[in-house]
Every structure is written in C-alpha cells, then in structure tokens.
Nanobody, 115 residues
Framework: QVQLVESGGGLVQEGGSLRLSCAAS????????MAWYRQAPGKERELVAR???????EYADAVRGRFAISTNKARNRWYLQMDSLKVDDTAVYYC?????????WGQGTQVTVSS
C-alpha cells in the first residue's frame, strides 16, 4: 500500500511563497506520475501540476510561470514551489500518485492567501 502525506501549507500574504511537500511511503515503485491538485470551497478539484517519469510537466494555465513541481531521484518525495501567490490560489492542496496499480491521494493541506 502507498501512503501520501502532504506538508507545507499555511497562511501567506498575497505575493508570497510557499513550498508544499508530499512524502510517499510503501510500495512506491512503479509510480509513473506525480501531481498536485487543489480544491477551493464550492469548486471541483482541479489539476495544478503534474510530473511524469518521462520528465514531462503539465501546469494549469492559472499557475503556469508561478508554480513549479519537482521530485527527488527516488520519486518518493515531490514538491510544489508556489511563488507570487494570489488570493485565488486559496484551496486545499492534494498530492496524487499514479501507477498501473493505484491512484493514490494524500489527505490534503490547506493553503490560504490573504490580501
């Protein structure tokens, strides 16, 4: 079983930065994609950034140029560097890992951006 635990959320002023971390434990071999999603109140969960083992990255239009996803060599920890944060970035952020055998989610971490 794979477990994902996010950390690094919090309260930040508009224009500030935060770095989210996702730690994966268990049978992490075979992970082919690591991602961050977010869900704001009253809205659907949406993809923020995705990193595949091919090193291809994908970003939501709203965050491209401000956020960056990265991982360590073992692909058991990945990060979301968030710069130039906006009030609209306020949401619960979830990390996600996909393999041929699973599609796992973390419990989420709250990011609140104040004006």
């Amino acid at each position: 079983q794979v477990q994902l635990v996010e950390s690094g959320g919090g309260l930040v002023q508009e224009g500030g930065s935060l770095r989210l971390s996702c730690a994966a434990s268990g049978s992490t071999a075979g992970i082919v994609a690591m991602a961050w999603y977010r869900q704001a109140p009253g809205k659907e969960r949406e993809l923020v950034a995705r990193l595949r083992i091919t090193r291809d990255t994908e970003y939501a239009d709203a965050v491209r140029g401000r956020f960056a996803i990265s991982t360590n060599k073992a692909r058991n920890r990945w990060y979301l560097q968030m710069d130039s944060l906006k009030v609209d970035d306020t949401a619960v952020y979830y990390c996600n890992a996909v393999s041929s055998a699973f599609n796992k989610w973390g419990q989420g971490t709250q990011v609140t951006v104040s004006s």
